[in-house]
């Protein structure tokens, strides 16, 4: 059974950043594909930045430029670097494999508000 663990979020205020991590427990990890999803108030879940197991890094056309992920397979953990945060990336953000396993972690919540 793999367990998946975020944490990291918080209160930030337009133009703030903020760095996610998940830690992954169980399974295996360095040869799975690995992402940042996140799930807006009314809005369905939406993966944002996923990174391969060859280390190639790819992004939403949303959060482009501005948020990054980066993984240790040692550490089995993942995580997502955002910086100029805007109010509409409020979400609960979750991690896991790509394409995602049937469970999820708890998430970390993440609100942008002045």
């Known amino acids: 059974q793999v367990t998946l663990v975020e944490s990291g979020g918080g209160l930030v205020q337009p133009g703030g950043s903020l760095r996610l991590s998940c830690a992954v427990s169980g399974g295996t990890f360095s040869g799975n594909n690995m992402g940042w999803y996140r799930q807006a108030p009314g809005k369905e879940r939406e993966l944002v930045a996923g990174i391969y197991s060859t280390g190639y890094q790819g992004y939403g056309d949303s959060v482009k430029g501005r948020f990054t992920i980066s993984r240790d397979n040692a550490k089995k953990t993942v995580w997502l670097q955002m910086n100029s945060l805007k109010p509409e990336d409020t979400a609960v953000y979750y991690c896991?494999?790509?394409?995602?396993?049937?469970?999820w972690g708890q998430g970390t919540q993440v609100t942008v508000s002045s």
């Open positions: 896991n494999r790509i394409p995602s396993y049937a469970y």
